[in-house]
């Protein structure tokens, strides 16, 4: 990490945002979203443990188990705001990894199907800050040509915890297909607290976000904030940055709190991450094992190897999911949002009806090929231009001083769709079946692509705190990347 001296015009803010990405931003980003690859793992691992459980659910109790994670989430995300604005990023990620760590220790040792509700969570709670937060503070101190493509490590972690999930789960039915019902489900459930323990470890070590610092007067800190980052100020520089800051939050443009501006943000926000749900997303990851495992029964097959099966064809899919996000990665910053948003959800459409015409008029193989082609093009699609791009627009839209609680306003919403989608799914698909379920997800599709091109802005290239100037109007369609309204020079 090179150490840089600061003293350009702008103040050291402006300077920030214009800093080459070096390894120490990477491992930041990364370590910021260690809780996504959790998230990953710990949604992804109840799919492949449902049927071993020794507990008599039900379908009402297994509805139950599987979106517990959302109801957890969704408390944990709207709790995150306050407390993030008031104690600081970090702290708040330190606590989501010894959260994470608890949750799936108890889910570990439950005995009975109270104690791994309870667990399941306990575990949400831990994912819906975390999801709230991370690319909040990533966005805080990304250089702002880099911010879509280290926020998008978010969904990209995700995508690898939910591969690993499969992975472990394979091996574990491999190696012990006569302990289902007694250590494998256990297992796959508990192994989650050793990457949670050592994200507590090395979170701790996390410069707190400079931005944040600034808000809160802490000058020292912001310094020992900066001074990780590579960057050297002096007092008198910090004083000059806070009482800049000062004399914005005096004239109301940046501590303005929820003005118009912030609602529309919210609300855009908000419909982004009900569609980014509702168009069926998480069944594929949920339920893969379980919505897979039927096409694999034969006379001569096992409940066990039909479940390997299962999640061996779910993990095809997430191994194309986790490279298909190498590519919103690699061109979030250069194509922008919101082309990659409507691309994404325009290819969704197709493939959602690819996978419900085999699943409707196809037998055996060929209906198997067809559905896993659907599913998996479906899901590069979303990779590419849906899920990381709707967690990178939440962590930048916002002002950095009501950042942390839109930003968990957001993520609740995300969660409360994503608890309905989980808990409405297997009752719309035994009512209607897979293909009619596929077809109306395609359906929101549409109105998806509709919604981006007519609210959502494009916020590629611009400065942290100049985003939201984009929102203080309608969207200019044929310029998207500038404010519809005259701004005060």
Known sequence: MSEETVGRPGGFLAALDTRHVGGFYVYLAVLATIGGFLFGYDTANIGSALPFLPFNLGAIGIGIVVSGASVGAAVGAISAGPVTDR?????????????????????????????????????????????????????EFAPKNRRGSLSIIQQWMITVGILVAYIIAVIVLEVAPHATSNVDWRLLLGLGAIPALVSLALRARMPESPRWLLLQGRNE????????????????????????????????????????????????????????????????????????????????????????????????????????????FRYIDRVGRRLLGMGAYTGMFVFLLVGAAGAAYLHGVAQLILIMVGFALFIACFAIGVGGTGWLLQGEVFPTSVRGTAASIGATVDWLANYVLVLVYPIASAALGLPWVMVIFAVLCVFAVLFINRFVPETKGLAADDVIKLFDGPVKRTRPSTPSTPQPT
């Not at 575990?123 to 990533?138: E, N, R, V």
């Open 221 to 328: 800190d912001v310094k020992h904030a900066l001074h990780k980052l590579g960057m050297e100020v002096t007092d008198q520089q910090v004083t000059e940055e806070v009482a800049a800051v000062r004399a914005q939050v005096a004239a109301g443009s940046v501590r303005s709190r929820f003005t118009p501006a912030v609602r529309r943000a919210l609300i855009v926000i908000c419909v982004w991450f009900t569609f980014q749900q509702i168009t069926g997303i998480n069944v594929a990851f949920y339920y893969g094992p379980h919505l897979l495992m039927p096409y694999f029964v034969g006379p001569h097959t096992s409940a066990v190897q039909a479940e390997v099966s299962g999640v061996l064809a779910a993990t095809v899919l997430a191994i194309v999911n986790v490279i298909s996000t190498f590519f919103a």
């Open 87 to 139: 104690f600081g990023r970090k702290y708040l990620l330190i606590l989501d990894s010894a959260i994470f760590a608890l949750g799936a220790i108890l889910s570990a040792v439950a005995w009975n199907a109270a104690v791994l509700d309870v667990a399941r969570i306990v575990i949400g709670l831990a994912i819906g800050a975390d999801s709230a937060i991370a690319t909040a503070y990533i966005s």
